[in-house]
């Protein structure tokens, strides 16, 4: 059974007080996850020691980073490493957010490194994609989306790409609270399956996670979880509320 998972995407927001905060908030607020649910929290990399002490003993409960660098160690200054992260003990990395892509110009090539760093050192990518508004208005969504998940994915191996989470993110419905209707979500999620599945097989496409992003809230949730090709949330502001995001995790099916 493939893992369904409700993510956490702080971006660039709350100070270590309020991330602690949040966190206290929203682990102490009943939650049941069943055994192949997963809740991630991709927060800022000053925090991640902070959340990883805190959520140690969190079953199913992860940390994430919302970025690393394709390059092992060296001169690179500001940058993280995938080893910087291991030693934390953080299990994920969200990788090609449309908001990376945008401002610091990550190319799908570029990306593609940094998802073989990641799997080479058992860091497990939530890797984004998803078309912008005039892509999406020209109907050309599933050509866009394809190229990405080939330039960035699929040199990997059957047994490596299971390894790897896909969030499709429509960037028309990033922080806009415009969401994807939950057939649109579906129909490109069943879209990139299939694509897997012609690349690959059917099996592999079957095993992998793709979560939706774009506007998911409380309200939302429940009708964007219950289809069938989406197997959770990439969720950004209604992820800063911990009563939002505690009704999130709940209505992972
Ligand atoms: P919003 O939920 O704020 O639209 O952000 C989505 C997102 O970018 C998550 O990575």
């Not at 991330?19 to 991640?48: C, M, R, T, W």
């Not at 790409?161 to 579906?186: C, D, F, H, M, N």
């Not at 990139?192 to 690349?199: F, L, P, V």
């Not at 496409?205 to 989406?230: H, M, R, T, W």
Request: aromatic residues 8%.
């Amino acid at each position: 059974m493939r893992k369904q998972i409700a993510a956490a995407n702080w971006k660039m927001n709350l100070t270590l007080q309020q991330g602690e905060q949040l966190l206290d908030d929203i682990i102490s607020q009943p939650h049941s996850l069943k055994e192949n649910q997963q809740v991630v929290f991709a927060i800022p990399a000053p925090y991640l020691a902070m959340a990883q002490q805190k959520l140690r003993n969190k079953e199913q409960v992860f940390v994430a980073a919302q970025n690393c660098h394709s390059k092992k160690s060296g001169a690179y200054t500001g940058e993280i490493s995938v080893d910087m992260l291991s030693s934390l003990g953080v299990h994920y990395v969200v990788l090609g957010h449309s908001e990376r892509r945008e401002y610091f110009n990550e190319s799908n090539a570029f990306l593609a490194e940094k998802v073989n760093i990641c799997l080479e050192n058992n860091i497990t990518p939530i890797f984004c994609c998803g078309e912008p508004l005039a892509v999406r208005e020209a109907g050309t969504q599933n050509e866009y989306v394809a190229l990405q998940l080939k330039e960035s994915l699929y040199h990997l191996t059957a047994d490596q790409l299971r390894k790897v989470v896909i969030a499709y993110e429509p960037i028309w419905a990033i922080g806009t609270g415009k969401t994807a209707s939950s057939a649109q979500a579906q129909e490109m999620h069943a879209f990139i399956r299939g694509n897997i599945a012609a690349a690959y097989n059917a099996e592999t496409a079957n095993a992998i996670s793709i979560l939706y992003g774009g506007s998911v809230k409380a309200a939302n949730a429940v009708e964007l979880f219950s289809q069938p090709d989406v197997d959770g949330g990439l969720v950004g502001g209604a992820s800063l509320v911990a009563d939002e995001f505690v009704a999130i995790i709940n209505a992972l099916q």
